[in-house]
């Protein structure tokens, strides 16, 4: 599935378009009971020669950061936006349709790319879509950093959370959406709001999570 053509189509073909529980206002296209990504097995996937769809459900974290900026969106309005760690593209959906000035979102998974492309014209808005690994550098110059549930392995915890900590101390406003994760860090968080998730017992082990939205420390408070 080499071309952005190829996983668009894939990306259509697989998904249907649902509204995520938390927020009625947008449409995502999604796995759902009907589409085989709902039950895939490691088998399956590797015959589609793509990695675990992420991109494809709409998690608990990145949901609560949506609902926040779509609830708040002073945070984000005239500001240049970066959705890390997209997925689908949920939040920096979210951030446009608050009045982003602008909203890059980044996934390392190529099928994210396509995702969050057709996403954002399902719900009538545009994100510059990248897929690539941008931890460890410098993102493009961006006013508000916006990332939902990356602390469910810890070595992604430890790697993603020190350099979120880089960007806040730069001057970043740094929100991050987790529903208590495992390898949350225990400090440099500031609770800003809580909400509680509806989910799946196929995805999470309740159906329902309350989800935190933390500022990451070193933000200027009001940036």
Not at 6 to 23: E, N
Not at 29 to 44: F, G, I, K, N
Not at 214 to 223: F, K, L, S
Request: charged share 20%; with cysteine; aromatic share 6%.
């Amino acid at each position: 599935m080499r071309s952005l053509t190829d996983r668009l189509a894939f990306v259509r073909a697989h998904t249907v378009p649902a509204a995520p529980p938390l927020l009625p206002e947008l449409r995502l296209h999604m796995a759902t009971e009907v589409t085989p990504l709902w039950q895939a097995t490691e088998d399956w996937l590797e015959r589609q020669g793509i990695g675990p769809p992420f991109w494809a459900f709409p998690w608990a974290g990145g949901q609560a950061v949506a609902r926040h900026v779509l609830d708040n969106p002073g945070l984000v309005r005239g500001r240049r936006v970066l959705d890390f760690a997209a997925g689908g593209g949920l939040i920096g959906i979210a951030a446009a349709l608050a009045g982003a000035a602008s909203v890059v979102a980044v996934d390392i998974d190529p099928l994210a790319e396509a995702a969050c492309i057709t996403n954002a014209a399902l719900n009538g808005v545009t994100l510059d879509v990248h897929a690539e690994d941008i931890v460890g550098t410098a993102p493009p110059a961006v006013d508000v950093l916006l990332v939902g549930d990356v602390c469910y392995e810890k070595p992604m915890a430890d790697r993603v959370t020190a350099w979120l900590r880089d960007r806040a101390a730069a001057g970043t406003l740094v929100l991050l959406g987790d529903p208590g994760r495992a390898y949350l860090p225990t400090d440099g968080l500031e609770r800003v709001a809580d909400h509680t998730v509806p989910t799946t017992l196929e995805l999470e082990d309740k159906e329902e999570r309350v989800t935190t939205v933390w500022r990451v420390a070193g933000t200027v408070p009001g940036r």
